[in-house]
């Protein structure tokens, strides 16, 4: 007898505010999402051209991380070194496997430490993907019975948002007031809202100035609709597929999963190569100091406007398979087809020609330098 496996699809906070004001709505991660508000197109030069764009990211993973020993025991699972992360700073960091194989990607953030009766305790924020939220949350909950290490899943019971273009300051200056100081970037601080604690994390996802905002999930409309109000334009994933693809970040599943090795996922910012051991770093190590990579995700950069495919696979001058395409956008602001691609080593030098099938016909391109397009960030 076979064993249907149900699947829950899981909504935003703010579902019934999107659908009220004209979503589209789309399945992403077991998540129901926006992909538009009915003009992509707008929501999209929102962003890039001078104004600011509002994104619901509340289907990202969050996971309280505490103790007194929580230092000791991510530093063993990740590829950054948590030792040089300060209070209200955050930094990117990789979960590897045993052969160096990526889990996940992920934001981990330290809040203010928690005052003990004795002594002062960590404690971090990990934010990650939908698609990444489960392996995370299985990586860390097995050291929890290993010492003075707590998780908490806070995903269901806390939304998470972000403003990003040139006009972000500004429109949030009009929201907080003088309740709030910016955060520097790679910094975050924590001020109220409506007397609840609200997270304010200064980051970029589209390559424009940014902040992230998470909050309890009984909150959320009345920020998001003061951010609206404000001047911020509602955009969907449509549109952020187009503006996180020029700004050269990968996103796990099109373009990153566990059989790359995480020095092929072009996370570099993301690796700690003074640090002490961790799961994986004897991989990752060799790569860096005794070889290369096999392959690397990197750009690549049409003439034109084209029909090119994800998956399709890249050929060389002389017609050898050297790679693939894995997510492919149309660029406004470049007026061409760009794409992220994951490019054997001989081939990634920028400038260097590849060729995509397109129906029948032979389309050329170039390796290009990630970001394509670098904004108000």
């Known amino acids: 007898m076979s064993v249907i496996h149900q699947i829950t699809i899981l909504k935003s906070p703010l579902h019934e505010w999107h659908v009220s004001h004209g979503a589209s709505m789309a399945q992403r991660d077991d998540w129901l999402v926006p992909a538009n508000f ?45 030792k040089t992360l300060a209070e209200l700073s955050w ?26 009766t004795k002594a002062s305790s960590p404690v971090f924020l990990l934010d990650t993907e939908g698609a990444t939220r489960n392996r995370v949350l299985k990586t860390i909950e097995r050291f929890t019975l290993a010492g003075d290490f707590h998780v908490t899943d806070l995903s269901n019971y806390s939304a998470q948002f972000s403003i990003q273009g040139a006009k972000a300051v500004q429109v949030l200056n ?40 998470i909050i309890e999930a009984t909150q959320a409309l009345s920020l998001w609709e003061a951010i609206v109000d404000a001047g911020a334009v509602p955009v969907g994933f449509d549109a952020f597929e187009i503006l996180r ?32 051991c961790y799961v994986g770093q004897e991989i990752i190590a060799r790569i860096k100091y005794r070889g290369h990579v096999a392959k690397k995700l990197t750009g690549v950069a049409f003439e034109a406007v084209v029909g090119a495919e994800s998956g ?44 995509v099938t397109v129906g029948e016909e032979l389309v050329y391109a170039q390796v290009t330098e990630l970001p394509f397009v670098k904004g108000s960030w």
């Open 312 to 355: 399709s696979a890249l050929l060389s001058d002389d017609n050898k398979e050297i790679g693939r395409l894995t997510t492919v956008v149309h660029s406004p602001k470049l007026g061409r087809t760009i794409a992220l691609a994951l490019i054997k080593y001989q081939h990634l030098a920028a400038g260097t020609n590849v060729k």
């Open 245 to 276: 693809t020029e700004a050269g970040i990968a996103r796990y599943g099109p373009d990153l999963d566990e059989t790359l090795v995480v020095s092929e996922t072009n996370l570099d910012d993301a690796v700690s190569f003074t640090k002490g």
């Open 91 to 116: 930094m990117p960091a990789v979960f590897p496997n045993v052969q160096g194989r990526l889990i996940a990607a992920a934001r981990v953030m330290r809040i203010a430490d928690e005052q003990g």
């Open 38 to 82: 009915g003009d992509p197109a707008n929501e999209y030069l929102a962003v890039r051209e001078g104004g600011a764009g509002l994104f619901d990211f509340s289907s990202r993973g969050r996971l309280r991380v505490s103790g007194s020993e929580a230092v000791q025991f991510l530093n063993g699972l990740l590829t950054n070194d948590m």
């Open 174 to 213: 009009q929201v907080f007031g003088d309740s709030w100081v910016e955060a520097p970037r790679e910094g975050l601080r924590t001020i109220k809202w409506k007397d609840t604690d609200l997270f304010v994390i200064r980051a970029t996802h589209t390559a424009e100035d940014g902040f992230d905002f």
